[in-house]
């Protein structure tokens, strides 16, 4: 079995930062990517950024140039520091896992419960 657990949301102010965890454990074998999406009240869910195999990286264009996505191989953990945070920046923010365990032999999905960011003066 699978857990995403992440840690680090919380109340900001506009301008200030945030550092999200997301640490990932189990029979893990491999991590193919991993990253955050975020849902805010009444919208769709968006991808906010992921890092794949090789370390490539992907953004949403909204948090680019703000938000870094990194990822320490050893403890299976992703993080994403996120500055000058903006109030639309607000939503339930989920860490997102694609990975091979040792059952089936086909990478699988993972989601965390999501932890809540909430940008307000």
């Known amino acids: 079995q699978v857990q995403l657990v992440e840690s680090g949301g919380g109340l900001v102010q506009p301008g200030g930062s945030l550092r999200l965890s997301c640490a990932a454990s189990?029979?893990?074998?491999?991590?193919?990517?991993m990253g955050w999406v975020r849902q805010a009240s009444g919208k769709q869910r968006e991808l906010v950024a992921v890092?794949?195999?090789?370390?490539?990286?992907n953004y949403a264009d909204s948090v680019k140039a703000r938000f870094v996505i990194s990822r320490d191989y050893a403890r299976n953990t992703v993080y994403l520091q996120m500055n000058s945070l903006k109030p639309e920046d607000t939503a339930v923010y989920y860490c997102n896992a694609v990975l091979r365990t040792t059952g089936p032999a086909t990478p699988q999905e993972y989601w965390g419960p999501g932890t809540q960011v909430t940008v307000s003066s």
């Open positions: 890092v794949a195999l090789g370390g490539i990286t």
């Open positions: 189990g029979s893990i074998v491999s991590i193919h990517r």
